[in-house]
């Protein structure tokens, strides 16, 4: 399942995504602005997990398996929920982010976001 | 030994010729989301998602951009990892006697502990060992883990 999240192209494992909810509009604003859609997610142990949510249009693709390469161990950081780098002959198509590190990162960020809004 | 001198700005270094895969031209790069400053992205290569070092970074110089591209990207490699370097310029192999290696004394690179003179030209000699080997290890300090509090610092 892939989706753009800051410009850039990210995408879950499909076996990851139980189902997408409908776009849903934010109180008071207009549907096509800020309609955003909650993707139910699951652990690799058939947990159910919080929703991530995503502006973004999502879209299912298939790739093959030599298309899959893993992110370099010099990339990663304590932040980065990317795991792998799906290829396509000298170009990135997109990357493949870990669920549950996704979805914390999300739930740090909102936190973070009402914290200064807070303090503002 | 053969090295290969290449030029970032306005700053000549070299490579050990043996650390180098290929030398490509300009090549299209994506930004990593949270990947270490200096570790920006991954470009691809013969199939391979290659991280690209943003040597110019630890120069002194301006972060590299996907949209900003240099004129030249040197494929290298170190402790099994491959790197992409994007450089503006780069000469041909030359052999250098070890004779004329010397401890780096006018230039000053974190990276690089010899220096050579070239044509006129002092030049650090990079070591990608060494800088595959810090970002290795700050990628698997327990800083670098996800769930930990702190966030590693490069």
Redesign the interface.
């Known amino acids: 399942m892939v989706f753009a999240?800051?410009d850039?192209l990210?995408a879950l494992p499909s076996e990851a995504v139980l189902r997408v909810s409908a776009p849903v509009a934010a109180a008071g604003v207009d549907a096509a602005v800020s309609a955003h859609r909650l993707l139910l997610l699951r652990s690799p142990d058939g947990q159910e997990l919080p929703p991530l949510q995503t502006h973004s249009v999502l879209q299912m693709r298939t790739v093959a398996a030599?298309q899959v390469?893993?992110?370099?161990?010099?990339?990663?950081?304590?932040?980065?929920?990317?795991v792998s780098?799906v290829?396509?002959?000298?170009?990135?198509l997109f990357?493949v982010v870990?669920p549950l590190?996704h979805l914390?990162?999300q739930r740090i960020g909102t936190s973070s976001q009402r914290f200064l809004e807070l303090a503002v | 030994m053969h090295i290969v001198p290449f030029r970032i700005g306005n700053v000549w270094l070299a490579i050990d010729a043996g650390k180098v895969d290929h030398i490509l031209g300009k090549?299209?790069?994506?930004?990593?989301?949270?990947?270490?400053t200096q570790?920006p992205?991954?470009?691809?290569?013969r199939?391979?998602?290659?991280?690209v070092l943003d040597l110019g970074l630890l120069l002194g110089m301006s972060p590299l951009s996907p949209s900003v591209s240099r004129h030249r990207t040197l494929i290298a490699s170190a402790l099994g990892?491959?790197?992409a370097i994007a450089v503006d310029e780069i000469r041909e192999a030359q052999a250098v006697a070890d004779s004329l290696l010397r401890p780096v004394h006018v230039t000053q690179h974190r990276y690089a502990a010899f220096e050579l003179e070239l044509d006129g030209q002092v030049m650090s000699l990079l070591d990608p060992v060494a800088l595959?080997r810090d970002?290795?290890a700050a990628?698997?300090s327990p800083?670098?883990?996800?769930?930990?509090s702190?966030?590693?610092a490069?």
Request: aromatic content about 4%; proline content about 7%.
């Open positions: 999240e800051e850039v990210l030599t390469c893993p992110l370099p161990s010099v990339c990663t950081t304590a932040r980065c929920t990317v780098v290829v396509d002959e000298d170009r990135v990357m870990d590190r914390q990162r | 090549r299209e790069w994506v930004q990593v989301p949270s990947a270490p570790w992205g991954v470009l691809v290569w199939g391979r998602a290659v991280a990892s491959l790197l595959v970002a290795l990628a698997s800083a670098s883990q996800p769930g930990s702190a966030v590693a490069h």
